[in-house]
């Protein structure tokens, strides 16, 4: 057994019938994953993550489980003004963000060589906005607006503009500019040249963007209630302070279905606009 575990660090070494030798590949698993292990140790002891007291207490997790079934049907009234008010402030929000992004990202691209000063400004400015996550938006926003959709809505709106003009303008540097030059040739202005030559090339890439922020919104708008923003969170944080499983049972069971349902539809929307 012993050599059986020594041969898996170092490669066993055969002689063949003619008297060549010949050495087995080296295996670098075995040394990646004790490297592995050794790094998780190392973190869980800087962070100081107790694993004893999550193996001793892991079973409570089922206990709230166990309260959550049968779900409170009472609460649905409730639930469900939340939950198309959560899938409003996303539609609304990516709609907006994408909206604006969409023109941003043709004078963000360095196909059109405009001034180097602005887009490296507006892009650092856009790296600065990304890093902050929608929850921090969402409190901003709830900080200066009031508690409500509104904080919500605005704060997807921010994160989807950053991510989608990203996505586009690195999108369109990829893009053969020949139809564009051509066009512009002819003494056609940049917005016609855009429209006529560079939109069709984008514009199913655009949509399936769109659809992708607004599937993600729909996540994220479902905890944006922490902070006050209005939405399904709301609902999941009170019902979690008063300790109503029940009725945090059928949030949970309505979230899940409600989003597994968007993803298909999205899924379908982005598959027929690859097919065409």
């Not at 402030?89 to 992004?101: D, I, P, Q, R």
């Amino acid at each position: 057994m012993f050599e059986d575990i020594l041969h898996i660090f170092y490669p066993r070494s055969y002689t063949l019938g003619n008297g060549k030798q010949v050495k087995e590949k080296f295996n670098p698993f075995p040394y990646l994953l004790i490297l592995f292990i050794l790094v998780v140790i190392g973190f869980s002891v800087f962070t100081r993550v107790d694993f004893v007291t999550l193996f001793k207490r892991g079973n409570n997790f089922f206990d709230i489980i166990r309260a959550m079934i049968p779900p409170s049907w009472n609460y649905w009234p409730t639930m469900e003004k939340a939950m198309l008010d959560t899938i409003n402030m996303s539609l609304l929000g990516s709609v907006f963000g994408c909206a604006v992004a969409l023109p941003v990202s043709f004078y963000l691209s360095s196909n059109f060589k405009l001034n180097k000063v602005y887009l490296f400004t507006h892009r650092l400015a856009l790296s600065l906005l990304r890093t902050l996550p929608i929850l921090v938006l969402a409190f901003f926003f709830r900080t200066v607006l009031g508690i409500g959709a509104l904080a919500g809505t605005l704060a997807i709106s921010v994160f989807s503009y950053t991510i989608c003009v990203k996505m586009m303008y690195e999108y369109i540097e990829t893009l053969d500019m020949g139809a564009y030059e051509a066009l512009e040739s002819t003494g056609a202005s940049r917005l016609r040249c855009i429209l006529g030559a560079i939109w069709p090339q984008v514009k199913g890439f655009f949509l399936s963007t769109f659809l992708y922020c607004f599937e993600t919104n729909v996540k994220s708008a479902a905890i944006l209630g922490f902070v006050g923003a209005g939405g399904i969170g709301l609902n999941i944080s009170g019902q979690l302070t008063l300790r109503r499983y029940g009725n945090l049972g059928l949030v949970l069971i309505s979230m899940t279905i409600t989003i597994m349902i968007l993803e298909a539809v999205t899924r379908y929307a982005r598959r027929k606009l690859v097919t065409g």
